[in-house]
Every structure is written in C-alpha cells, then in structure tokens.
C-alpha cells in the first residue's frame, strides 16, 4: 500500500468527527491503511497536536461501528494524526502547512502523495484548491488528489462554475467527488450481481422486468439544517445526487469485470438515455410534498414550516415521488419510480425489482394468486438482497405462498459508506464516485424540476409526518397498474391491516 498524507480541510467539524475519523479507524483495523500514513487536520481553532488526537479519540469512542478498546493499538493509530491552525483565506497559511507536510514526509520517509479532502463548506472550494495550487502544495514529485463533499452547485451553471475553478488546479482524474450512497456495501453489490449471476445478467432488461422502485425514506425531519435544506430541499439534498445514482447503478449492464472506466462510461449511457422532462409536463410525473405534524413510532412531530428557522410561508419540498423512463435498448418501456422523503413512517433506503409475470395476461382475475417475483436490495436500516419467489403451501391445500431467499444470510458487520470510499480514493479507484459528466447530466436531467417547482407548475401536497409520504404518491403507480413495496409487501396492504382506508385500488 502505498504511504499517503491526507490533509483534511475540517478537521475540527460533525463531518470528520461522525464519519471520517471512524472509517480511518476501522481501516486502520482492518490493516487496510498504509502503515506510513499521516493526516494533517485543519481549522481556524487553536488545537494543538495533543488536543487535535483527543478529540479524534472522542470521535471514535462516540461514533466508531468497533470500539478503540485497545490501548496500544489506539496510541498507533493516533500518532498519525497532526494539527496546524490554517484560515482558508490566508496564503501565508498554506505556506506554513507546506512546511509541516514536508516536514512529516521527512521524518517518516515518505513520498509526497497527498491527499486533500475539503470536508468543508462548498463556498470553501474553489479558494482551497487556488491555494493548493498557488502554494506549491500540489506540484510535489508525487500524485494528489482532491476529495471534495457534496454539494457540487446548486444548479447546472453553478455546477458548471465551480467545476470549471477546480479543473484549474486538479485535473478530472485526481478529483474524487464523494456521494455516500456509492460507499454503500449494497449499491457496491449491485454491479458484482450482476456480473457473477448470469442468471440475474439474463434478467436485467424490458423483457423480464416489469418497473424499478427505488426508495429513501427517512423519519428525521430538517434537523439544525434549516438554513441549508429551506434552499435546497428533497430535489436538490436527494434527488439530483443519490437518488440518480442510485438510478444510475441499477440500470447500468455490466457483462464482464469492468474498470472504473467502463462502470463510468456505463452510467453516462444511462443518463444519456434518460427521458428528458419538459417543464409544462413536470406534473404529470413528478409529486412533491411537505411534512405537517404528526407522529413517528408514537411520538408527536412538527410539521416543516413550524420547524426552528423554516420560513413560515415555505413552499420547499421535503418529498418527491418520481415516474422516470431509460429510452434504451434495456429499459424501454420500464417504468423506474424513485421517491425520497424526510419524516416518513420508516427509515428505509431500498430497491425492489418487480419481474413481470407473462401468465398475468391468461389468468382471470379470481386466479391470480401468486405473488410476483421481487428482488429487494435493502441498503438501511439494515442490509440485505432477498428474492421472492413463489412455492406451494403443503399446509393451506397446496395454494402459492410467496418465499424469500436470502442471498447473502448471516453477513452483519458491513463497512460503513465512508470506510469504503475514503479506502477507495487512496488507492486511487475512482469507481464509486461521482464523475464530472454524471454530476453535470443530473443537474440537466433536474433542471426543469426546479423551474417548475420555482414557477409554482406542479402542486405542493402535504403528509402527515409519520405517512409514506402524500397518496398521490402511491397514484402515480397506480396509474400504470402498480404499487410501492414495502420489503416484499404492497405497502397498502400493511396500512390496511393497521387499518387506514385508501382511496384507490390497484389491479395487483
Ligand atoms: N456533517 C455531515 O454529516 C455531512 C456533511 N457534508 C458536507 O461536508 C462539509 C462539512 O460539513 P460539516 O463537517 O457538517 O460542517 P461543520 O460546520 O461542522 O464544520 C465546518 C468545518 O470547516 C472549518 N472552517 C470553516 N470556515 C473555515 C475557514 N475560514 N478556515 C478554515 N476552516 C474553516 C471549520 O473549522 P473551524 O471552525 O475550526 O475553523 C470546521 O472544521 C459540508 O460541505 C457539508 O455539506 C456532507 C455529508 C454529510
Ligand atoms: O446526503 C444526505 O443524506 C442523508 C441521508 O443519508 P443516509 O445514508 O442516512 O440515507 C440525509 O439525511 C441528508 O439530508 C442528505 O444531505
């Protein structure tokens, strides 16, 4: 492996405390680290080497998936770590900070492969990278690279701005834009399952799959971000990233073992191959909403507009369902429905693949019995990727009982997201992050969303928190003969047994 400095914009903020000092821990665990490896931590409070370790060593005692239990290993693990007071707006800083990195190199002799993640601010980035550059810090006889969080823009031109300043100083191959939801072991599933399963390979098209949902619910509400999600809201915060991503990873077709290249160039077929929406039509396809109050797991809940911060009068969206269609060779004609939303009824990130069902067309009604055929990936709250086929009941007069195959039992203790990718970016396998032209595209693809959403063209409609979110949401597929599922059940189906009334039917 080879030896590597991360210099860490941010180094005193939630992000590096909740999730990348954990990861570099669990990694370090896993012997998955460079043993000669150094991280310089950043930020305008005065630390000191000595107070920046305790607080990494907090970090991990608060957020680590694998207790620092044992001393001599947490002491290794903590040498690596330096502070130096840097100001992003001051150059003679980064002067300072090329010194102490040269310093490190020196005494543990190592070359100059250098690492910058900004896990700050966006407004921070292209500053950082002009000062990286300007200084000298990256033109070291090594590579670098550069790390960078969303958001990437907050609309195409911004995207395409900020883009352009990067690419001054860090060319398209060294910059490793992290969206979490490729970290995860699920999504990183999707491609091995497809290439080492010829069966699944043989499945993966229009002819075998009757629609895609992809799902994100999450029962937390705005949280201490109200200032951030009142500007962007569930298009911008989900949609434009992970959910296209997501959308991106499950229609790619992947025959072989595929370089990071061809995974890239695969998804940028799929965005290519995206319907595009006009904006007078947005409507037709997309529903938006807004939590009110309610309850989650028995508790009472403000709506979003009573939340601290939260405009009284905003119209920002918290939810949004979607109907997208592929215009390819594969996908033509298969409907993918993606929806995300904060404080719904569950926090549950999934896929669900229904097959169709070709004997549908010859049964009547009163025998249509068996279920359909589901793969269900579920990436949270708990991983897994089940099938549902059917089989007789020995034991109800050998009627179909749908079953589920577990195809990966007994595996627990998955790597977090972040363990994944910042592993990843030091190996320099870019695989799992976001390319420049799949950034570029989303925003394309959305754009006519957030005219539209702007405009006032498509409806707010309100949900309970607590809800799966608002029922126009479940008409939009029931328009074309379908529902959500919810793990392997129509998800009406378990509200009914909890003995809410739906007012529509579907033909499943
Ligand atoms: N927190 C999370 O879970 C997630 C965060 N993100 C993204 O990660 C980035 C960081 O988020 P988060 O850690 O939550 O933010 P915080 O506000 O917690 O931390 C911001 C960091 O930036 C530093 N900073 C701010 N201004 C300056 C400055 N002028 N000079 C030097 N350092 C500065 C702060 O250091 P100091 O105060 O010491 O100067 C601090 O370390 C954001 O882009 C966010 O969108 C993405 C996904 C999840
Ligand atoms: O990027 C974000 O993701 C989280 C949801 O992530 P998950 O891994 O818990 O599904 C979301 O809460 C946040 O608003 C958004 O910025």
């Known amino acids: 492996m080879e030896p590597i400095t991360i210099v860490l914009f941010g180094a005193t903020g939630d992000l590096a405390k909740r999730k990348i000092y954990p990861a570099l821990y669990n990694l370090f665990l896993d012997n998955k680290l460079p043993r000669s490896f150094s991280l310089i931590g950043l930020g305008r409070r005065e630390w000191t080497d000595a107070s920046f370790q305790a607080n990494v060593e907090q970090s991990l005692r608060d957020f680590s998936r694998r207790q620092a239990n044992d001393p001599a290993l947490l002491k290794e693990f903590l040498q690596a770590f330096r502070y130096s007071v840097l100001d992003i707006g001051q150059k003679k800083d980064y002067q300072k900070l090329l010194l102490l990195i040269e310093q490190r190199e020196e005494q543990l002799r190592i070359p100059p492969n250098r690492m910058f993640y900004l896990s700050v ?43 352009q300043k990067l690419s001054n100083a860090f060319a398209e191959d060294e910059i490793y834009r992290i969206d979490h939801y490729l970290g995860k072991p699920m999504v990183q599933r999707l491609e091995s399952l497809q290439q080492t399963n010829p069966v699944i390979q043989a499945l993966w098209n229009n002819r075998h799959i009757a629609n895609v949902q992809i799902t994100a619910n999450e029962t937390v509400g705005v949280e201490e971000r109200a200032g951030y999600y009142d500007h962007v809201g569930a298009i911008r915060d989900m949609f434009q990233n992970h959910m296209l991503q997501l959308l991106m990873m499950t229609a790619i077709q992947l025959p072989q073992k595929s370089a990071s290249d061809k995974v890239r160039f695969k998804k940028k077929q799929v965005m290519e191959a995206l319907e595009p929406l006009q904006k007078q039509d947005v409507g037709a396809s997309v529903i938006r909403g807004q939590y009110e109050a309610g309850s989650i797991q028995g508790k009472p809940v403000i709506g979003y507009t009573s939340e601290p911060g939260i405009a009284p009068a905003s119209k920002n969206d918290t939810f949004i369902a979607a109907r997208l269609q592929i215009d390819d060779y594969f996908w033509r004609g298969v409907p993918f429905y993606i929806r995300t939303g904060k404080r719904m009824k569950e926090k549950s990130t999934r896929i669900v693949i229904e097959f169709k069902d070709p004997s549908k ?63 990843d970016a030091m190996h320099g396998d870019a695989t799992f992050f976001a390319h420049w032209d799949e950034v570029e595209m989303s925003w394309a693809w959305v754009e006519p ?44 189906e378990i509200e009914a047994e909890e003995g809410k009334q739906y007012a529509y039917n579907t033909n499943h």
Not at 145 to 151: A, D, G, H, T, Y
């Open 449 to 492: 969303i957030l005219e539209a959403f702007e405009e006032n063209l498509v409806p707010l409609h309100p949900y309970a928190a607590g809800t799966n979110g608002p029922v126009e949401s479940d008409a939009l597929l029931a328009q074309d003969g379908y529902h959500w599922w919810f793990d392997t059940k129509p998800e009406q």
């Open 361 to 423: 067309q010859t049964l009547s009604a009163s025998e249509d019995l068996i279920a359909p055929n589901l793969l269900v990936i579920e990436m949270s709250p708990h991983e897994g990727i089940t099938l549902q086929i059917n089989t007789k009941d020995p034991q109800h007069k050998g009627e179909f009982k749908p079953i589920h195959i577990d195809l990966h039992p007994g595996e627990k203790d998955f790597p977090e997201a972040y363990e994944n990718l910042i592993h």
């Open 121 to 163: 601010g966006p407004e921070f980035f292209e500053t950082i990278a002009a000062n990286i550059q300007d200084s000298g810090l990256g033109s070291a006889n090594g590579w670098k690279r550069l790390v960078i969080e969303k958001p990437f823009g907050h609309d195409l031109q911004s995207a395409r701005d900020l883009n």
